[in-house]
Structures are given as C-alpha cells and as structure tokens.
C-alpha cells in the first residue's frame, strides 16, 4: 500500500528551527516530484518548496534563505529544514509526491509559530 507520513511538526518560538520529513512507500522514489505545500487559516494552500525528479529546486520567495528542502533517495524521504520562523510561517504542512498521474498527500503536520 503506496503511503505518505508526515512528522516533525510542532510549537516553535519565532527564530527558531524545525525539520520537517515525508517518508513515501513508493518504488523508483527519485522519479517522483517532491514538493511541501502549507495552509494557513483562512488562506490557500500554497507551495513552500519542491524539488523535481531532475532534482531542480523551488522556493516560495517568503522562506528563500530560511528553509531548505532536501531529499534521501536511499531512505525515500523529503525533508524540509526550516530555520528563522515567523509566526506567519504557522500552518498545516503536507507533503506531496507527484509523478505522471500519480498524486500522493500525507495527512499533514501541524507548525505553530508563537510565544
């Protein structure tokens, strides 16, 4: 059964650092597009970063310079390191694996930026 699991979510202080990971159960993992997406309430889902198949990277221009995505094709897991948040970086975040018509979503990992 193809799954997508989520963690590293939590309650952060502003400046502070979390490391998001996505573990997908696929085969041939370095073919799939890998891509976080947040929403925050009463807002869109929108793409945080991405890295392609051809291992291209993506940022929102609101996380250049504090988050960096990266992937372990070894263990077929994404991550996403995020450093300097801001209580506007609070939302829901999930992860997406994306090749041809296949489309996976986690169930998402919840980020609080407060004090």
């Known amino acids: 059964q193809v799954q997508l699991v989520e963690s590293g979510g939590g309650l952060v202080q502003p400046g502070g650092s979390l490391r998001l990971s996505c573990a997908v159960s696929v085969t041939i993992f370095n073919s799939y597009t890998t891509t976080w997406y947040r929403r925050a309430p009463g807002k869109q889902r929108e793409l945080v970063a991405q890295?392609?198949?051809?291992?291209?990277?993506n940022y929102a221009d609101s996380v250049v310079g504090r988050f960096t995505i990266s992937r372990d094709n070894t263990k077929n897991t994404v991550y996403l390191q995020m450093n300097s948040l801001k209580p506007g970086d609070t939302a829901v975040y999930f992860c997406n694996a994306r090749r041809d018509s296949i489309s996976l979503w986690g169930q998402g990992t919840q980020v609080t930026v407060s004090s």
């Open positions: 890295i392609t198949d051809g291992s291209i990277i």
